[in-house]
């Protein structure tokens, strides 16, 4: 069973007070995409589930018949990328779950969604929660959630544009994707790290004690702490499943065989996450100028190729239908997205720009925000 996680969004307007650009109110957005996009296909569920669990069966058992040598590192390599890559595709199956947009059975979904986060080490329904936040706020500088920008004004926001300016271009950007893609998803379950202003820090995925209430609002209020607990056994579960395998095998090759993927995966969710909500033309509000509608709207869909979007279900492609309806399962998304694009072509966001150049732009030049006067938007 999953808990609770539907959020009501903060009051919103259809007029933009600054007299920007005219966005629907939440009623209108939500209405062009049909009821039936929310309808399940069974088939198609499990056949998503059956493609990237059992990819990722074979991926994970070639790691255990590699060698273990320094000769054989392009080899690890290679395996770390491609497993890493199929194993995306069952967190985003999770994650799916977690919005209950797999399955009919809320029981049935709960149950794939613990599983398959829990094997990836994500508290499965701490994440569904701070996840829902993000949803009910997208783009909101105090309420939002995840890749929150820090304003210039702020501590932080004068620190890493400091840091900006002290290592130039290419150095900043090169330590913005490794703090970013190798260190960000651990940070930001351990202590919140890019979390909305009103939370605080710290804030902790895995405890909801007092040192970690520090904001004017608790991110997981007290009454959620039976729900942490639960998302911590299946992490327990699992790293003692891993501690099994070392002991049975060694501990380098558990290292290597699940530890290697495991950090592609975390790159990926970076990956995806970053750029659906930031880049320089993106704005993110504070509560005088934000609405539900414009928030979601500040979604960016990007080309990610038939191969990713086959193996990551479109996450990356189809984000703005995401935002606007997560109960959308991913096989109709695309359908919504089309509609979404027909109904407000101005407003629903694609960038044509390839991924790699879209990651750096934003890795260089993406450090704290500033308001425009304009339309009330802060940006990088």
Not at 180 to 192: E, R
Not at 315 to 332: A, D, F, L, M, Q
């Amino acid at each position: 069973m999953t808990p609770p996680v539907v959020l009501e969004a903060r009051p919103q307007s259809v007029a933009d007070p600054q007299g920007g650009p005219w966005y629907p109110s939440k009623t209108e957005l939500l209405a062009c995409l049909p009821a039936e996009l929310t309808r399940f296909h069974p088939l198609k569920a499990w056949g998503s589930l059956a493609l990237s669990v059992g990819l990722s069966t074979l991926a994970y058992a070639a790691g255990t018949q590699l060698p273990l040598s320094w000769a054989a590192t392009p080899i690890w390599l290679l395996y770390a990328l491609v497993t890493g890559t199929v194993a995306m595709g069952c967190w985003v199956l999770a994650h799916e779950c977690g919005h209950n947009a797999f399955h009919p059975n809320r029981r049935v979904e709960g149950v794939v969604g613990f599983v398959l986060h829990s094997a990836l080490l994500v508290p499965y329904y701490s994440w569904a929660r701070s996840h829902a936040v993000h949803h009910a706020h997208c783009n909101h500088l105090e309420g939002g959630e995840t890749h929150v920008p820090p304003r210039h004004t702020s501590a932080s926001g004068r620190a890493t544009e400091q840091l900006r300016q002290q290592l130039g271009t290419t150095l900043f950007g090169c330590f913005s994707m490794v703090t970013h893609l190798i260190l960000g998803w651990p940070l930001y379950l351990f202590v919140g790290a890019t979390g909305g202003e009103d939370y605080g820090r710290p804030t902790s995925h895995f405890w909801n004690g007092a040192a970690f209430q520090q904001g004017i609002k608790p991110l997981f209020p007290v009454n959620f702490r039976g729900w942490m607990v639960r998302s911590n056994i299946g992490l327990v579960l699992m790293l003692m499943a891993l501690v099994y395998a070392a002991v049975l095998t060694s501990p380098a090759r558990v290292l290597c065989v699940y530890g290697l993927p495991y950090v592609v995966v975390n790159a990926w969710l970076v990956i995806y996450t970053w750029l659906q909500h930031t880049d320089v033309a993106i704005p993110h509000y504070s509560s005088a100028e934000w609405t539900w509608a414009k928030g979601a709207l500040q979604t960016v869909d990007r080309p990610y190729g038939a191969l990713l979007n086959l193996l990551h279900h479109g996450i990356g492609s189809t984000h703005v239908c995401h935002h606007v309806n997560s109960r959308i399962p991913h096989y109709n998304a695309w359908r919504g997205t089309a509609l979404l694009r027909q109904h407000y072509p101005l407003l629903v966001r694609y960038d044509p720009t390839p991924i790699h150049q879209a990651l750096w732009r934003v890795a260089t030049r993406c450090g704290a925000v500033r308001q425009n006067p304009t339309d009330g938007g802060f940006y990088f």
